[in-house]
């Protein structure tokens, strides 16, 4: 987790990352668009891959929680003649826009775009002094809420277990300690804060806020809930031969990804402590490899694929067993409704 940490700094200290979409030749060979298919681009960001895809024929039905993605989109959307449909949405929700008939493949791209880091006023980047928000829908709970509400405990839950912050405990109090005498508003509040808790040393990769920031985004944006639920929508629409490929970009969503796809394998379960639990008919068999690493070129033009992983299954004709979010082993952390009361 640390490693795909320091190989997003770009994103996390908000440099000026032009956006490129991320193991383009990778995706495409998983997922096999052409003519006649329908695949849903479930993130569309700039619409790189969604492009990608309506040049090779197919028709895409894209989704974006961002607004600002979807209105930015529809120059595509007009040059696609009706090829293309652009939904404000999350993509834990696509089976909302799935057609009757299923889909034959599905693509998420799961992180936060470059377009997002690159505006002040969205509040993602400590680089550039803005409101602490982090909204990706620009509705809802923003960092601010979390930082200025929490409990200290829930804090330290968040810190250490979203961003593997080791000095979680330190900054939970520091922080607590701060908002008594004046609340956080701005990126450069918090970030200032946690430089005095955590000061940087010379051999630092990344700044001592990155941690906090990636866990406050994950938490505020509830990625990890919305990436699993996702996976289970994609399991309910994809056709028999339907496509599903995922890339993420640091360890906790790898594990979830993975872990969906180990649970759908088919394979039997049980360890040398617990009983045998019996196989059931694999409703995903593996396209390629169990994962793909970007290459070392694509790493070296685009530094935000340093830490992708691509991972990429069929759909069998087996039922779907249904969602059951004990497979992932998602820790229970504040809650955001209460927050935002």
Known sequence: MVADQGDRTS???GGPVRHI???LAEVLGSLEPAPDKTILDGTFGAGGYTSAILDLGANV???DRDPTAIAA???LVAAAGG???????????LAEHAPEGGLDGIVLDIGVSSMQIDEAERGFSFQKKGPLDMRMSATGVTAADVVNRAKVSDLIRIFGFLGEEKQAGRIARAIEKRRTEQPFETTRDLAGLIETVVPRKAKDKIHPATRVFQALRIFVNDELGELASAL?????VLKPGGRLVVVTFHSLEDRIVKAFFQDRSGKAGG???LPMVAARPATFTPVGKPMIAASEAEASRNPRARSAKLRAGMRTQAPSPGSDLSIFNLPELASLTKLGS
């Open 11 to 13: 994103e996390a200290d």
């Open 21 to 23: 979409p991320v193991m």
């Open 61 to 63: 039905i894209a989704l």
């Open 73 to 75: 989109g529809q120059a």
């Open 83 to 93: 090829r293309l449909k652009l939904v404000h949405s999350r993509f834990s929700e």
């Open 232 to 236: 289970f929508a994609a399991e309910r």
């Open 271 to 273: 360890s040398r402590h």
